[in-house]
């Protein structure tokens, strides 16, 4: 599923108009035309696609996720992905408790492009390259995050985070996917080299590495890096499935992933 697949943004169209749009053959801006009748969908809704399509083409090729971030339903957000996957930073965080307000964020990893780099409190773990990460890229994703990694990051380092954000706790509950991170991976069969570590363990691990163990911080680190890379994986595997789901039978007549210009070019 692509942004340019979808009509929901649109004031007036709801998931079954979408659908309808779809069912008869409209399935990609490209093909909607306002000089043709389209039976259920009115003059007024009509202009109304025609107008957001017209804004919307010349933000994607911006690369402009925040204005898409904006009008997309909260629960169709997920639609930005595809759009924006290679600009997409997926980041976990590792913490002395619960409470950002009397707790410490103690490592951060992010994986983008391949590549995960982790930042440690006390020796690189600053607000400006917390900032810099989340702020560089068109999209971040998380599990959680927007309760938790991000009220935690933000009191902390005093910073404020408004990149679009891709919290996969939600769309992984569109497709009856509960529990934490770690129980979701088994479930769509996501493995991981070593057994899981509780958020206990992690306390532990940062406490012993206060105490001189830098094997400890080894150890937190390699399990906050694999959280923040599977991420990705994650992500790939929602969207696909919520993207099956919503697009339904349609999907056997229809092409949603025709290509477009990336975004930003």
């Known amino acids: 599923m692509r942004?340019?697949?979808?009509?929901?943004?649109?004031?007036?169209?709801?998931e079954r108009t979408e659908r309808r749009l779809w069912e008869r053959g409209i399935t990609h801006w490209d093909d909607f035309d306002r000089s043709v009748d389209v039976r259920g969908v009115g003059a007024t809704?009509?202009?109304?696609i025609d107008g957001f399509i017209d804004r919307a083409r010349d933000r994607l090729r911006a690369g402009d996720a925040a204005f898409f971030d904006d009008v997309f339903p909260s629960d169709q957000r997920w639609r930005l992905y595809?759009?924006?996957?290679?600009?997409?930073?997926?980041?976990?965080?590792?913490?002395?408790?619960?409470?950002?307000?009397a707790n410490q964020v103690t490592t951060v990893s992010f994986h983008r492009d391949g590549e995960t780099t982790t930042l440690v409190a006390?020796?690189?773990?600053?607000?400006?390259?917390?900032?810099?990460?989340?702020?560089?890229?068109?999209?971040?994703?998380?599990f959680n995050g927007a309760r938790f990694d991000v009220p935690f990051l933000?009191?902390?380092?005093?910073?404020?985070?408004?990149?679009?954000?891709?919290?996969l706790l939600y769309p992984c509950r569109q497709l009856g996917l509960s529990g934490g991170l770690k129980a979701i991976e088994s479930e769509i069969g996501v493995e991981r080299d070593r057994?899981?570590?509780?958020?206990?363990?992690?306390?532990?691990?940062?406490?012993?590495?206060?105490?001189?163990?830098?094997?400890?911080?080894?150890?937190?680190?390699?399990?906050?890096?694999?959280?923040?890379r599977n991420l990705e994986t994650l992500a790939d595997v929602v969207?696909?499935?919520?993207?099956r789901d919503v697009f339904?039978?349609?999907?056997?007549?229809?092409?949603?992933?025709?290509?477009?210009?990336?975004?930003?070019e």
């Open 195 to 228: 057994p899981d570590i509780s958020g206990r363990d992690a306390v532990r691990l940062w406490h012993e590495y206060e105490r001189g163990d830098e094997e400890a911080l080894e150890t937190l680190v390699s399990y906050n890096r694999e959280d923040a």
């Open 122 to 142: 006390g020796e690189d773990l600053t607000a400006e390259a917390v900032h810099d990460r989340l702020t560089d890229a068109a999209v971040i994703a998380s």
């Open 248 to 264: 339904g039978s349609v999907a056997g007549s229809a092409n949603p992933g025709r290509s477009e210009p990336a975004a930003g």
């Open 82 to 101: 595809e759009d924006f996957r290679t600009e997409t930073c997926y980041f976990d965080i590792e913490t002395t408790g619960l409470d950002e307000q």
């Open 45 to 48: 809704t009509a202009d109304r």
């Open 239 to 243: 969207c696909e499935s919520l993207h």
């Open 3 to 14: 942004i340019e697949n979808s009509f929901i943004p649109v004031r007036g169209v709801g």
């Open 154 to 167: 933000e009191t902390n380092l005093g910073i404020e985070i408004d990149t679009p954000h891709l919290d």
